[in-house]
């Protein structure tokens, strides 16, 4: 398997403008998370899936910020409008969920708003 | 109080030596616990994990958890300027059932 699969790798938009964010689990794992990494706040849960399903988005900073997993090999994270604040690397990660498993993680996205 | 916290660092130890890295948790549910590593610019990768009272060992890392003071460490003998990065602490909560990550202890081993 190739690992969690992220895109882009990084992103410059400018502020206002709609971003996207691309993520494909490991084959077979049933949750998938999405992380914000900042110096200031270190890694952030966002939001969480468990078979397709948002169990948890208390992280989302606000409404600003939407995730979707139409099924289990996809997932999209998107910010509109997007403010420079929002400038961070996100993690997409995946596994079995288990108490006892690890979390996978994709390379990142590096976004910059300016 | 923060869910998971850990000493932001950096921990700066001469090469050789042992780096002790420490985490503390909030919810007595938690189940399973973490440690991942991150190198600049790079996504965390996992490099043991726990869920038993006690000491785990794998090479010259050693993982402890202490349950009843809410507290797991990790041990790195014989530091390597290779072993610095970021390590970060990762808790499995059955009560929120979700993987929570402390900030990161940022370890600097110099030659």
């Known amino acids: 398997d190739a690992g969690v699969i992220q895109s882009p790798r990084h992103e410059v938009t400018e502020m206002g403008q709609e971003v996207t964010l691309r993520c494909k689990p490991i084959s077979g794992h049933n949750s998938l998370f999405w992380y914000r990494q900042t110096m200031m706040r270190g890694l952030e849960l966002l939001i969480y899936f468990n078979n397709n399903v948002p169990i948890d988005d208390s992280g989302m900073p606000e409404d600003r910020f939407s995730a979707k997993m139409p099924n289990a090999s996809f997932s999209t994270l998107k910010i509109q409008p997007s403010e420079p604040r929002d400038s961070a690397v996100y993690f997409c990660?995946?596994?079995?969920?288990?108490?006892?498993?690890?979390?996978?993680f994709g390379q990142g996205t590096r976004l910059t708003v300016v | 109080q923060k869910e998971v916290e850990q000493n932001s660092g950096p921990l700066s130890v001469p090469e050789g030596a042992i780096a002790s890295l420490n985490c503390t948790y909030s919810d007595r549910g938690s189940q399973s616990f973490f440690w991942y590593r991150q190198y600049s610019g790079k996504s965390p990768e996992l490099i043991m994990f726990i869920y038993s009272n006690g000491d785990k060992e794998d090479g010259r890392f050693t993982a402890q958890l202490n349950k009843a003071s809410q507290y797991v460490s990790l041990l790195i003998r014989d530091s390597q300027p290779s072993d610095s990065a970021t390590y970060l602490c990762?808790?499995?909560?059955?009560?929120?059932?979700?993987?929570?990550f402390g900030a990161g202890t940022r370890l600097a081993v110099h030659p």
């Open positions: 990660a995946s596994s079995l969920m288990e108490w006892n498993t690890e979390a996978f």
């Open positions: 990762a808790v499995f909560s059955g009560g929120y059932n979700k993987l929570i």
